[in-house]
């Protein structure tokens, strides 16, 4: 079994820090999963430990079966990104989570100032699935089913995701 991401990270994904950091982490998440919201703190914890050392990607891995409203959570937070506000987005969105709905969605993208008509939409129209389909494919050929996963410079990450553990598997791994 191959452990590596793939395709590695390109420049459709979404990456906080800068490109061509010597460390690289990689999350497959799911908003409504609760597991991915309580790693959004650790994830906090790691770049401000790293800082601009890391490099952090998003990709997307609904699970419907487990949350219903996460493939169109996906496709809005990519409609906000087209809209250059992922980042902002992603993060309210995961602080929404408990009160998750298709209107807590537009709401929380109102907040931001962004064209919530825009994004609803875009979700009416489908206009982002093959954005998040084309994340789902990466997640399928990186043996990657369950949320939240890490892949740590490239490779994927079995064990603890506190943040101790993933610096030191970022440091670790990278020869630092």
Request: glycine share 8%; aromatic share 8%; charged share 25%.
């Amino acid at each position: 079994m191959d452990d590596r991401l793939s395709p590695p990270l390109e420049e459709i994904d979404h990456i906080r820090g800068t490109a061509g950091a010597p460390l690289q982490l990689v999350m497959f998440g799911d908003f409504q999963c609760p597991f991915c919201l309580g790693a959004q703190s650790v994830l906090r914890r790691v770049r401000e430990r790293l800082g601009d050392r890391l490099l952090f990607a998003f990709r997307h891995l609904p699970i419907p079966e487990r949350h219903p409203l996460a493939p169109i959570a996906a496709e809005a937070s990519e409609a906000a990104a087209a809209q250059g506000r992922f980042w902002d987005y992603h993060d309210a969105l995961f602080a929404a989570q408990p009160k998750l709905s298709r209107k807590t969605m537009l709401e929380v993208a109102a907040e931001l100032g962004l064209d919530a008509g825009q994004i609803a939409e875009d979700l009416e129209a489908g206009t982002w699935s093959q954005r998040v389909r084309r994340d789902l494919r990466s997640a399928e050929q990186s043996d990657t089913a369950g949320t939240p996963t890490f892949f740590v410079n490239g490779r994927h990450h079995f064990g603890a995701y506190d943040a101790s553990s993933l610096v030191e598997a970022l440091t670790g791994s990278s020869g630092h």
